[in-house]
């Protein structure tokens, strides 16, 4: 989805070259991360938390302490979208499956929660059954029924009510009964949509129209959580969830402060995933970044609720101290940063045309426009980034790696011949006004394509309007955009999660659209399908690995960086380790303070 889902304050465009000599320098001094092997138990160090567990330890007690400078766009587990709430949500909710709790991509594997196993999948990949755990329970002691978790999914069906969360299951369960939502059901129980099953409270039965591989993974999204019909409070839900989970809510007041205590109807025999370590927990938010980040290293503060990474003067304070740096994580985030090349605007309709555009741009100035090997991420290579079954990040088609990253002037000069324009052309690109490091790429891009000939112009459009301008194709011809300057990260690590809405034919939106390039090939639409339709992972990441090698080699997408954020966790922490499976954030469900008994 778009970076919108996780908003980052960023670099300041002037500050992101003056930094990058020492994030290129502190670079070479600690481990690189990396997708990390499972369970390995390490000592504070820079990027020990990346591939290993700090500090492990099983003691319960004491209170961990969250600071940051957003809140949750909804704590409501059918609408929030922040990849933060996610993560953070596992406190309060639980889902029939969800992700393992390890380091890493050991993170992306599902498990079960609520349910006794993994769906029994039948009638050709359309039916899943599931059974669930007996000893689940309500915060006020009652047990979790199949019913709860049928009636808490209904609720993404009223999107005049519960609006803003994902729709994945809505998709793929509505079988053409346009369901209007539990608050507009004529039936009494409330539990009308009919492709969904409760035998009895046991037992839940999904029926989908068509096979889909990642239904699970759609499943394992807070949108499939339980909710008791009786405790529904439609659209301020949100401000009080009722939980299944070890925390409950003692205190939330919306940009001020949250506190979750234990929930003493919690069973730990029924949940294989929550150590539930703390007694308490705690959310203080702060408007001011910088101040924010002096708190945590002043040790007022555990750890960033919304897991941005420090801003720029904490870390260059880190990363100059090796014991501060010590408490810090470099991991990849899962988000691409990249620039859509828009073949509706000539004369980018050319192949040719795009390959020059890649060719003769400066990769490593655009890394260093992101803020660097460490803030900003490794140069991007192509549009499936690690952790996405079917990804190679050493499939580097154009090069973009080679020579330290250094624009190939004759390659960008032979693909202008190639395409009728020897001498350059003219073009522009778009970016988001509200975004400073993706106008500091923009910049780098302008400079580095001038070398060869190519003219643009920068247009800073409202970052606010974004699904209203370059959302809407008409907008982007009408306003000639060339090149978009854009963001990406997956709501799951498959390729319908991450690359479908970027490069399917049949995700171009009159409005909202993320196709930007409007790519619709057959082949590609069809790999899709099959891709989706099979429960094969092996099979599904060939075909996913197929769609990236076409979609790179007709040049839509020059990638910038494969995104990375510099995390700091404090010496209190135990059981600190970085999860791909939440965007590059730490597993908060794990974490624990030292000092507990």
Known sequence: MTSNRSTRVKLAAGAAVALAALLGTAACSGSSGGSGSGGDSKAAGFNAAAGSVVHPSTAKGGTLRFTAAQDFDSLDPQRGYYGFMWDFARYYTRQLITYGTRPGNASLKLVPDLATSLAQITDGGKTYTYHLRSGSTWEDGSPVTSKDIKYGIERTWAQDVITGGPIWLMQNLDNG??????????????????????????????????????FEQMLALPEGSPVKQSKDTGAKYGLHPFSDGPYKFQAYQPNKTLVLVRNDKWNKASDPIRPALPDRIEVAYGSNADDLDSRMLGGDADLDLNQTGLQQAARVKVLQNPQLKASTDDPTTGYIRYVSLIPAIKPLDNVHCRKAVIYATDHKALQTARGGPIAGGDIGTNMLPDGVKGADVKYDPFGQTGNSGAPDVAKAKSELQQCGKPNGFSTTIAVRNNKPAEVASAVALQASLKAVGINTQIDQYDGAQTPNIIGVPNVVHKKGYGLIVMGW?????????????????????????????????????????????????????????????????????????????????????????????????????????????
Do not use: C
């Open 489 to 597: 990260g997956p709501d799951f690590y498959t390729g319908q999660g991450f690359l479908q809405p970027l490069v399917d034919g049949r995700f171009i939106l009159p409005n909202g659209n993320n196709n930007y390039s409007e790519i619709n090939d057959p082949a590609i639409n069809n790999e899709f399908d099959q891709a989706i339709a099979t429960t094969d992972a092996d099979k599904a990441g060939q075909l996913y690995s197929d769609i990236n090698h076409k979609v790179m080699e007709d040049a839509y997408y020059l990638p910038i960086v494969y995104d990375k954020a510099l995390l700091w966790r404090s010496n209190r922490l135990t059981n600190a380790y970085i999860a791909a499976s939440y965007s590059g954030k730490y597993d908060f469900v794990s974490l624990g303070v030292e000092g507990a008994k």
């Open 177 to 214: 009964q346009k369901y209007p939502g539990p608050y507009k059901d004529p039936s009494p129980d409330k539990l009308g949509l009919k492709s969904v099953d409760t035998p009895d409270d046991q037992t839940i039965v999904f029926h989908l129209a068509k096979p889909n591989g990642d």
